[in-house]
């Protein structure tokens, strides 16, 4: 689609307001309904039976018993899901994970289910599944797995990207690279040299609501599923495959989201809930416990990445290297290879290379977590960057300004950047008040910066006026951020009425055709495009109609703050027919007014931040307390700056708690020891400062109104800004994420 | 004619050139004589590639035009969160 690209120029009227979020009332009042919420009459509870064992093949399952107790009403095992994947390996993996089929490859991988008249009576029914287990040996450790006398996951897996393919098969599913220039010779020719290794652990999202759906197929193949995720029209594509049932029979609605972080964009427990209810004939309620979100849900990679650096005495960085390695959980995934290419995407580099290796590992299945991979490569090169820094001689932030790419450098992972936002990040740090405030006792100072692509995909709006002409605003992108004050913000900018005259709501499978997921920073920018092509055709048909109320040319009809003018000599005096008026006439004008789009929302554009974190910590026990955090970053164009600010905040906490607290940990049997909020720390408001935030407007020249998306890019510099506080406070370099109390003792005790 | 350059994975599948020159139109045809011309990038195209024509990246577009003397990169389709 294209756009005039003045929209650097441009002012707005309603674009860059803040009115009061429209999900607000009913959030705070617990009048929105999560997907936990929603009811049915005569539906069932359904339950999973998951695996005590990290790797055991699955010899037999007698679901005897536990059928004929009474008030359960279908037990359900992999039999019950035949393949329809059709050679579709990604679908397979889904599948399988969905319910194992010959092996349980973690602890919680669920190997039947259940559905029961009531909560107590299915929970009963899964004790007297009985399963025949083989034990296997098992790997969740990513260097361990790396190992190549580690014990074996998958022996179908021959690692590829490589020349030649291997001999045997390994744990290591994929090796990718990136890069250009000489990075040897470079390397060769520098100063200075820093090279270390760097470990982060396992996290999981962290979203407070856990995954919950209803779902009810009815006896003559028809189907609704309600459901909280980031993407319905995608739960619906892959439930119908894995079903067999047609996409269009089966309407999937989503429900208020509870955050998702990238962990709702693939189906978990939905196809087993809808097959239940194919089962039995009455709708099939299921919801995860906390404990089940964190074994078989969809947590981040643990990661273990090499990084060696090297810098001329002028402070130019000359050559960069980085080997990451990834846990991908059982199944295939391209996690490092994201790593891979958003490792150093920050600088200017003549000589950079990075390699990527997928790893399987006897964990849950990786998902996507808030810009996937880059927060991990982050802190590894933003550590390597300070350390560097300080053998240069040069302050971190004019090194980093030194080396810092701009429009017409060649990223590290390829293209050549248009207008990017990430030295004007770095020099509204040099300028924030907080890195002149200063420091105390066993207190230090950390900044990082951090990259992420942003992303558009396939996006449907309808864009209805009524006949009292207000304005209905259907959506198929989930908002899990405020997408829907923003679009109505959109919508009233190109309309030019009110915000208040503006509704927006998410559309089921069934009423909008088809959305990609709301995942990589794309609902505000990919929405805002459709929203806008959409206002825009209803604006042509409003100007029709006028043109037909006046009797004249519609050439001589423009749309100007929310009237319809006439032009030209001829009827230049006519009064303006407001959008109100039009609207109203618009029975007798031809019928409803709408506006329709269908877009591939591309030209998304690239998006870094730049941030600050004071620390203090407590020599003795080794405990941290962030003291002060400021976030800087591109916008593009703030739509909603509060939602803006908010995303900033957020992903600020989400790093914070990453940084310091969160991990999965595996006992020596393999299960996870800690599938709780009480033993998996997430920051709660005591933990946190109030995090100050700076909002950049470098427009992108893809979007009409130059907006980037803002979702992911906080989450990617706060590993390394409070690794680089933290190192600053102990004076000890910290290579190991999460740095919490124990492992920042043992780092002052090496 | 345009020159295509390819990340380092998918050049290895490309017998190791890691830049082409290639009489395509648009992203579909770029796609179409990448795979009649390599069929080891066949398994690599699958899995989603992204084409960034002048820094700009494109997914899903696959008419979109490609300019001579643009520079085109090659890149793997990516996830988001």
Redesign the interface.
Known sequence: MNFDPSHSKRSFSSVGTRPIRPDGVDKVTGRARYGADFNMPGQLVGRILRSPHAHANIRKIDTSKAAQLPGVKAVLTAADLPDLTDGDAAMYDILDNCMARKKALYDGHAVAAVAAIDARTAKQALKLIEVEYELLPHVTDVDQAFAPDAPLINDTIFT????PKPDRPSNVL??????HGDVDAGMASADFVVERTFKTEQTH?GYIEPHACVASVSSDGTADLWVCTQGHFVYRQHCAQLLGMDASKLRVTSSEIGGG???K?HVWAEPVALALSRKVGRPVKLVMTRDEVFRASGPTSATSIDVKIGALKDGTIIAADATLRYSCGPYAG?WA??GA?TAFACYKLENVRTVGYEVLVNRPKTA?????SAPMAAFAVESAIDELAKKVGMNPIDFRIRNAAQEGTKAS??????PIGIGPTLEAVKNHPHMKAPLGKNQGRGMACGFW??????TCTDLNIGKDGTVSLAVGTVDVGGSRASLSLVAAEELGIDYSQVRTVIADTSSLGYNDMT????GTFSSSMATISAARNAIKILRERAAQMWDIPVEDVTWEKGHAVAKGETHGNLPKLSLKEIAAASGTTGGPIAGHSEI?A???GVSFATHICDIEVDPETGATKVLRYTVVQDAGKAVHPTYVEGQYQGGAAQGIGWALNEEYIYGKDGRLQNAGFLDYRIPVCSDLPMIDTQILEIPNP?HPYGVRGVG?TSIVPPLAAVANAVSNAVGVRMLHIPMSPPRILAALDA | MVEV?L???LA?AAEGNSKIEIEAKNIRELFERLSERFPRLE?LMA?GIAV?I????????WS?ELPTGA?I?L??R????
């Open positions: 590829t990207g490589v020349d994929m090796r990718s690279q990136f890069g999202q972080f990238g962990g964009t391209a290879e994201i290419m996507a977590y808030r810009a996937p992972y390829g293209p050549v950047y248009g692509f942003n992303f558009g995909g396939q995942d990589g920073s794309r591939v591309d030209g998304a893809n992911e | 350059t990340w380092g994975s290895a398994p899995r960034a002048n820094g700009t990246i494109y997914r899903d577009t979109k520079e990169y890149l793997p990516l996830a988001g969160g």
